[in-house]
């Protein structure tokens, strides 16, 4: 898989920034935003806020799952 497309995120246990995330899920959030949820590779999970048009470019790029 292309890693350039791939969303990046801060990892809050190994303390990495822009890590790609593996398995991502786009959900959105109660106030309408969209937050992306899933792991590094390595097993410890992460989570990233981001805006619409991020979100859904990521859905398009099939580098993450729709779950709204």
């Known amino acids: 898989m292309d890693t ?4 990046k995120a801060y990892c809050l246990k190994t303390k990495e920034k ?3 995330m ?9 106030r309408g935003g ?5 792991h590094d ?5 992460m989570a990233a806020i981001m ?3 991020k ?3 990521a859905i ?7 779950d709204f």
């Open 18 to 20: 822009n890590v790609p």
């Open 4 to 7: 350039s497309k791939m969303i």
């Open 55 to 57: 979100a859904l470019q």
């Open 51 to 53: 805006n619409e048009a």
């Open 41 to 45: 590779g390595k097993g410890n999970k």
């Open 60 to 66: 398009k790029d099939g580098v993450a799952k729709k």
């Open 22 to 30: 593996h398995d991502a899920v786009i959900t959105r959030t109660a």
């Open 34 to 38: 969209y937050m992306a949820s899933g």
